[in-house]
């Protein structure tokens, strides 16, 4: 017998962009190298080497998160431990903001979804290493 799937990947989506505050890549470009901010970058390890990541970021791909996030994990990362803003972003949002609203969920705070994501930051003209 078939599945019955009661709700779509992009209504999983969409809620999730609704829950978490957005920020938009002209916001976003003007805090690269801030001290008081975290770039996310939530894509895995080959989309991040195909199109290089936003100068500065984390690297914590949507799989490896929550164990990053954790200071119990063997595989915590320390950036998330700081008291900073942290600013999620996939390709184009989708991912990031279902990773930010599970950060959110575990307590990682304030987080923000770049909207559009590195999509639209290479669109504005936005640089990555």
């Known amino acids: 017998m078939p599945q019955t ?3 779509s990947s992009s209504e999983i989506v969409k809620a999730a962009m609704d829950a978490v505050p957005a920020i938009s890549v002209d916001e976003a470009m003007a805090l690269v190298g ?3 901010h975290v770039f996310v970058d939530l894509r895995d390890g080959t989309e991040q080497a195909k199109t290089g990541t936003i100068p500065g ?17 063997p595989a915590h990362k320390p950036e998330f431990s700081q008291d900073k803003t942290f600013v999620f972003y996939c390709a184009v949002g989708g991912r990031s903001a279902l990773a930010a609203l599970v950060a959110m969920d575990m307590g990682l705070k304030p987080v923000v979804n770049l909207s559009g994501g590195v999509n639209a930051w290479k669109k504005a003209g936005g640089t990555l290493e």
């Open 5 to 7: 799937i009661t709700k």
């Open 34 to 36: 801030s001290p008081d």
């Open 57 to 73: 970021a984390v690297a914590s791909s949507r799989g490896m998160m929550e164990f990053h996030i954790d200071p119990e994990c």
